[in-house]
DNA sequence: TGTACATCAGTGAACGCGCGTTCACTGATGTAC
DNA sequence: TGTACATCAGTGAACGCGCGTTCACTGATGTAC
């Protein structure tokens, strides 16, 4: 039996062999195998037979402690939008402590930027997984969500740039929005690296071609000297009309 | 019968009543078909018994024209994808006669982009439908998947790109890749007005956020003055380590 | 113009599959005495 | 310290579902003579 090769929490040590059928922390383990199939091969793998399988348990077994199918895939996807913040923090972690002065804000803008692609590059299945029901940026923060520092991903993306606005880095009229801009180009890029015609990239131009969009990111968020971009030509995006 | 509410082509015009069993254009209906249930209610929902039931079929009929449920499913993205290429078309027809001037291009650049984000909004069964597969910029265009001017949606932001870069619009330098770092801003855009927190958003604020994020594209495309920029502070993608 | 016939688009019945979910159960564990 | 017992985590068997796909068939159509 599978579950018997699974190390199980039990007073007798000694004993490797299973002694009882009580798994010990059944509900830790079908998230953790839920997160090894979305990794594997994407979030409809996240299957309740098969986590069930995984762990080595039979399947109505996960309804003591999820209430269904979809109960369990938000857990898993919880943790992986929590792997997700990880990634982001690293690339932080990687600017030494944090300072308030702009060079610094800057760069925290784009080592959340840069962890992001990363993560849906090197991690496609929990990339995936994370984005793949309708989600909401919740006000109240789920912890379940969160990496290190105990904030999930948008928060990180908000949290860098609040700094780059105390830092004089984005004017006040443009701070508002801002995180959607960001976010919208640097998730499109991921997108497109996932499962449009960029998955094919090397790592080399993948990574050229993300430091160009956090390039126009970055200028895009710099509000150019006011009054001197004219109004754009034409069409900007004029009413809707039915097509 | 559901079937004999569908109008046949038969000889005898008169006879309203279905007179044979003979569909006469079942493939065109089971297309048709898969794009109003891709348009309701998005990929997952284009299932080939779903299908036949609503071009009042038997299951079985369809492989007489299609070799499995993924060859009907790939005629019906390429119907999406055409009719994604049409919106961008109509964007593209409110500037009136092409011109190659620098003005008309940058337009022509918008409309393109306004054309996919209001195409995603407004279809959005039929956008997640595009992209429900991993998907590849095919160098050989297919017709099915083009629009009236014969081009496809990735060609007309291609084409748009050209003549920008034609006019001066663009640096040589930095044309190669452009279509990348357009089409990933943009497209992200696109997914968080989906499935994203975006999608509540009121008409009115999606449209100001597109136009705010067709700037960025529009400053970003235009290189600023070479050696103006000074080389990024601290991060700039450094080489990838495991994190 | 009429008749025989081959074609082949659609029918009818059936299949195996894996899924999520339910039910009544069992028996190891920890607790109360 | 020993025993009786309630708890409740995991079992075993079964369900109905809709799916994609197969098979042998039928009969209207268009064509050849």
Not at 15 to 39: F, K, Q
Not at 75 to 85: D, F, G, I, S
Not at 187 to 200: E, K, V
Request: hydrophobic share 40%.
């Amino acid at each position: 039996m599978v579950r018997d090769l699974i190390p199980m929490p039990t007073k007798n040590l000694t004993t490797t062999a299973r002694s009882t059928y009580r798994h010990g922390d059944l509900r830790r383990t079908l998230i953790a195998a839920g997160l090894t199939l979305a990794r594997e091969s994407g979030p409809t793998a996240v299957v309740l037979r098969e986590v069930t399988r995984r762990a080595g348990v039979v399947p109505n077994a996960a309804y003591r402690h999820f209430r269904n199918r979809d109960a369990l895939f938000s857990a898993v996807r919880a943790a992986a939008l929590a792997a997700m913040a990880r990634s982001m923090e690293d690339q932080l972690a990687q600017l030494g402590p944090p300072r308030e002065d702009l060079a610094y804000a800057k760069a925290s803008v784009r080592a959340v930027g840069t962890g992001y692609l990363r993560f849906a590059r090197r991690e496609t299945g929990m990339f995936r997984t994370a984005f793949a029901v309708l989600f909401d940026v919740e006000p109240t923060p789920d912890p379940e969500k969160a990496g290190e520092s105990g904030l999930n991903p948008f928060q990180l993306l908000g949290a860098a740039l609040d700094r780059l606005a105390r830092c004089g880095g984005i004017s006040a009229k443009r701070r508002s929005g801002a995180e959607h801009v960001a976010w919208s180009a640097v998730h499109g890029l991921a997108m497109l690296s996932i499962d449009g015609p960029l998955r094919r990239l090397p790592v080399k131009q993948f990574e050229s071609l993300g430091r160009r969009l956090l390039d126009m990111v970055e200028d895009g968020l710099a509000s150019p000297l006011p009054g001197l971009r004219t109004k754009a030509p034409l069409v900007r995006l004029p009413q809707v009309r039915p097509s």
